[in-house]
């Protein structure tokens, strides 16, 4: 329970020592749900349980959500389970919203469609071979075919290996900027409103 409060309070309205930790596992594991839900929408094209679709309706309830968590969470302590259990739940939907949001900022990325997937990463791994085959036979002579495969091998396992790094890092990278972002209002509301009219919040 420490931990799932650590994780969706926040080191501001959490008492636990959850920010004190080191959650790179977390990090990549966040990025991989990220990318699952990407993969599933793309191959099977239809989509679960609504991620990716954001609308006028999903930004104004996030908007507010997040300009009203400071007063939502300033008492969680000091409030009945239900009352905990209702926050934490709160929280859960917020981050279903910033999920959905990063989902429909990948999703269009993702250009080929299914059925055209295999032609075009047969097309361009051909491409690669004899654009460094052709850039090596100056040079190598009858060399260049092996050194030509060689270097587009690496060029494309360079490139998967990228693309693999961004897809996992690019989702929890934006979910770091919206908690920093967060953080950064509920310590200004905290500081200037809640602690002046609020005291003795947990």
Not at 24 to 50: H, T
């Amino acid at each position: 329970m420490d931990y799932l409060e650590g994780l969706l309070l926040g080191r501001l309205w959490s008492d636990t020592d959850f920010e004190n930790r080191k959650h790179f596992g977390l990090f990549i594991l966040y990025g991989l749900l990220v990318d699952a839900i990407v993969l599933y929408i793309y191959i099977l094209g239809k989509g679960i349980l609504g991620f990716g679709v954001i609308g006028p309706i999903h930004i104004a309830v996030f908007t507010l959500l997040f300009l009203a968590n400071p007063f939502i969470c300033f008492r969680y302590y000091r409030m009945p389970w239900w009352g905990k259990a209702m926050i934490l739940l709160e929280k859960i939907f917020k981050s279903y919203l910033i999920v959905s949001y990063t989902v429909s900022l990948l999703l269009p990325r993702l250009s080929v469609r299914v059925d055209d997937l295999q032609d075009f990463l047969i097309g361009y791994l051909n491409e690669t071979l004899e654009k460094y085959t052709e850039k090596f036979q100056a040079s190598a002579g009858s060399f260049s075919t092996v050194l030509g495969v060689l270097a587009g091998g690496v060029h494309v396992v360079g490139t998967v290996l990228i693309l693999v790094l961004a897809a996992i890092v690019i989702p929890s990278l934006i979910y770091l900027a919206v908690k920093l972002v967060q953080y950064v209002w509920d310590w200004i509301i905290n500081t200037l409103i809640i602690k002046r009219f609020f005291p003795q919040r947990k």
